[in-house]
């Protein structure tokens, strides 16, 4: 049932947002948890199931209104005695989200925070990266001294925040994983400077 929400509310989304990036985070969580015993395994997969269906990416910014949607989701499913903190993770998770508030301790919210960023890096987060910038059709890359202020590529997004998602980790098991994917990033960008610069190094 909660599933078949998430798949209706995230339709339209772009792939690397999609029902797979759900599966993901949902198997990076729940071997984080098993590592560390510290969150109620049930309300932890509650909370993967519905952390971006309210993305303000595409809501168009009208996610007051989407977490509306959820809420009442929440109490039709029977699962009125974890709304509060429910919603109050959704809230917190993103990375995007400027105004934190409530138990921002809360082990459900950290572990699902880590495994969100975990598949922001790595070769899948590589793809996503591409893959949003395409939905977006930004440039893959721009040269520096060509960039204006406005002008966004994706491996400029590498450096204004996939690069730094490995420093952000909140448990020991999630930041094992991300360290490992996060020198996947590293060599990928060498590799990629090296065709960039074809001939002239
Ligand atoms: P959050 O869950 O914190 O809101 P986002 O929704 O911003 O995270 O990011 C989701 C995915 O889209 C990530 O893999 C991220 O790297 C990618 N993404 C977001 N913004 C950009 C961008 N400007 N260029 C390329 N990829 C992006
Ligand atoms: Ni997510």
């Given at each position: 049932m909660t599933g078949e929400f998430v798949r209706q509310r995230m339709t339209g989304y772009d792939s690397g947002h999609d029902w797979w990036h759900i599966e993901r985070v949902r198997k990076v969580a729940e071997y984080i948890n098993e590592q560390e015993s510290l969150a109620d395994p049930f309300i932890l997969e509650m909370a993967v199931l519905m952390h971006d269906t309210a993305d303000s990416k595409f809501a168009n910014d009208n996610s007051e209104e989407a977490y509306k949607v959820i809420e009442e989701f929440i109490v039709k499913a029977g699962l009125?005695?974890?709304?509060?903190?429910?919603?109050?993770?959704?809230?917190?998770?993103s990375f995007s989200n400027k105004n934190p508030s409530g138990n921002l301790k809360d082990p459900v919210l950290l572990i699902l925070q880590d495994a969100d960023?975990?598949?922001?890096?790595?070769?899948?987060?590589?793809?996503?990266a591409f893959n949003y910038g395409g939905f977006r059709n930004n440039a893959i890359y721009i040269p520096p001294?060509?960039?204006?202020?406005?002008?966004?590529?994706?491996?400029?997004?590498?450096?204004?925040?996939?690069?730094?998602l490995k420093d952000m980790i909140n448990t020991t098991t999630g930041r094992r994983i991300a360290v490992e994917r996060h020198s996947f990033l590293e060599k990928y960008l060498e590799q990629f400077y090296k065709e960039w610069e074809f001939g002239t190094r």
């Amino acid at each position: 049932m909660t599933g078949e929400f998430v798949r209706q509310r995230m339709t339209g989304y772009d792939s690397g947002h999609d029902w797979w990036h759900i599966e993901r985070v949902r198997k990076v969580a729940e071997y984080i948890n098993e590592q560390e015993s510290l969150a109620d395994p049930f309300i932890l997969e509650m909370a993967v199931l519905m952390h971006d269906t309210a993305d303000s990416k595409f809501a168009n910014d009208n996610s007051e209104e989407a977490y509306k949607v959820i809420e009442e989701f929440i109490v039709k499913a029977g699962l009125t005695m974890i709304k509060d903190q429910l919603m109050e993770v959704i809230r917190n998770v993103s990375f995007s989200n400027k105004n934190p508030s409530g138990n921002l301790k809360d082990p459900v919210l950290l572990i699902l925070q880590d495994a969100d960023r975990i598949d922001a890096i790595g070769a899948i987060g590589i793809a996503r990266a591409f893959n949003y910038g395409g939905f977006r059709n930004n440039a893959i890359y721009i040269p520096p001294d060509q960039s204006g202020m406005n002008v966004k590529s994706t491996i400029g997004h590498f450096y204004d925040k996939l690069l730094k998602l490995k420093d952000m980790i909140n448990t020991t098991t999630g930041r094992r994983i991300a360290v490992e994917r996060h020198s996947f990033l590293e060599k990928y960008l060498e590799q990629f400077y090296k065709e960039w610069e074809f001939g002239t190094r």
